[in-house]
């Protein structure tokens, strides 16, 4: 079943690795909230296991999060969605857990 994962804090990719690697399942989907937007823009989430992970599950940001951020031209590689978007999410998926 998925699960909708809700990022709402920043992460190191240390944390991403402790918390995210081991729980997050193919078919489910991170949601980036807030300043947690800022976590995808570090470089150190450009790595061979990220991108493996990222490849089997949705990311995804609000986009008024990203808009009010003005890094709304950095967040090409990741699923922009609204807020219908998001509760469409949420109904879907089977547990949601916040972070």
């Known amino acids: 079943m998925q ?3 809700l990022i709402q804090n ?3 990719f240390s944390d991403f690795n ?3 690697v081991r729980l997050v399942s193919e078919d489910d989907s991170l949601l980036f909230l807030n300043d947690s937007v800022y976590s995808l823009l ?3 989430f450009s790595t061979n296991q990220f991108e493996t992970l990222a490849a089997k599950i949705s ?3 609000i986009d008024e999060h990203i808009n009010a951020r003005n890094i709304s031209a950095l967040c090409n590689d990741f699923r922009i969605i609204d807020y219908p978007e998001f509760v469409g999410l949420s109904l879907k998926a089977s547990k949601v857990l916040s972070w």
């Open 18 to 20: 402790q918390q995210f």
């Open 59 to 61: 990311i995804c940001l």
């Open 10 to 12: 920043q992460l190191s």
């Open 3 to 5: 699960q909708l994962h």
């Open 42 to 44: 570090k470089n150190e």
